[in-house]
């Protein structure tokens, strides 16, 4: 019979043991969940996304229909980007609160497991893997705070760590489960092949938090905006930044993004401009709507066109009101510009 840690046992009904895992779609989290299929405890699985995620969900929906694991979805909107803005446990290598996400996720884990009755939560963390989040004591600090203590089963390195209680009561045989640490990759790959894991896909970074170039400009979005939401996260994805003053220039780079820019701009009534008799891009213009900042925000567009850069040439502006303004300008100058990229 199984012993649930999240309840005291109050019938007498046989159930499965089930664990609840925290699948990304990555190798670790898929061997992760093979191991404890394979000593027979059924599984179910919990995705988390976030605005900031650059996860391959292909491979991850291709693993849980082979495997015939329910998946559940949890999306980490406003108060994930709060946690962004102001992380109490601070910041990775950039913009990335690892530490304080990891918490999130296992307090939402924790009560999904309760609402299926999970008995165990499982992850594929790898000791020693990121330095900032998966140091032993990092790891423990993160349980405790998540209110989940000794009750999460990394199956990946477990035999490095102290014993977790659904090893304690019997739910899993620890002699099964492995002893893997540090970021190289090449034990996971020979238990994959061990396995019978062969679709997952290569490592790189899942978070764009991570990246230093978005890092940067999130960072000079916060010491402007100070604050985060939602909406920002589409306009900080795309486009060549600029920082006039204060306002903000965003301009497309390619059709794609020209057509996303301009979406935006007309659902969310933001200014934009794009050079008249010329191909040219989508830039958007965001603040305080000053002629001298509206002209120079022209340069940079016609900048980026096809039109000649050594002679005024016409830029329409559409301002907030809808009203239209026709400048004339030459393109800003490359020394110039640079001084004024995010």
């Not at 803005?85 to 296992?106: A, E, F, K, T, W």
């Not at 920002?232 to 060549?240: K, N, P, V």
Request: with cysteine.
């Amino acid at each position: 019979m199984s012993t649930s840690i999240w309840r005291e046992d109050s019938d007498n009904e046989v159930n499965k043991i089930k664990a609840l895992a925290l699948l990304s779609g990555g190798l670790d989290s898929m061997l992760a969940v093979k191991l404890i299929l394979d000593q027979g405890v059924d599984v179910e699985a919990v995705n988390f996304m976030t605005p900031f995620c650059l996860c391959d969900r292909c491979s991850l929906s291709r693993f849980a229909e082979e495997l015939s694991i329910k998946v559940h979805s949890i999306f980490l909107g406003q108060e994930f980007l709060d946690i962004v803005v102001n992380p109490p446990h601070g910041y990775g290598s950039q913009m990335n609160p690892c530490v304080d996400c990891r918490i999130l996720m296992l307090k939402k884990a924790k009560e999904l497991a309760e609402k299926i009755r999970a008995d165990f939560i499982i992850t594929g963390e790898v000791l020693d893997e990121r330095p900032f989040s998966q140091r032993k004591d990092t790891m423990f600090l993160i349980e405790r705070e998540a209110g989940l203590e000794r009750k999460i089963l990394r199956p990946l390195s477990a035999k490095l760590l102290l014993e977790s209680e659904p090893e304690r009561k019997g739910l899993v045989d620890r002699d099964k489960l492995s002893a893997i640490r540090g970021r190289r990759r090449f034990p996971q790959m020979e238990l994959a092949r061990k396995l019978g894991i062969r679709d997952y896909p290569c490592p790189s970074g899942g978070c764009l938090l991570t990246d230093p170039r978005f890092a940067q400009r999130l960072r000079e979005h916060l010491q402007y905006e100070k604050i985060l939401k939602l909406e920002d996260i589409a306009l900080l994805r795309i486009g060549r930044h600029f920082r006039i003053d204060t306002v903000k220039i965003i301009v497309g780079r390619n059709m794609e993004e020209n057509n996303r820019l301009l979406t935006i701009a007309k659902s969310r009534k933001i200014p934009y401009l794009e050079v008249v008799d010329h191909k040219g891009p989508i830039t958007l213009y965001m603040g305080k709507e000053n002629p001298n900042l509206i002209e120079k925000a022209a340069a940079i567009d016609v900048r980026y066109s096809d039109a000649p850069k050594d002679a005024p040439v016409k830029v329409m502006y559409r301002g907030r009101t809808e009203k239209v303004l026709e400048i004339k300008v030459a393109s800003i100058e490359n020394k110039e510009l640079e001084k004024l990229r995010v």
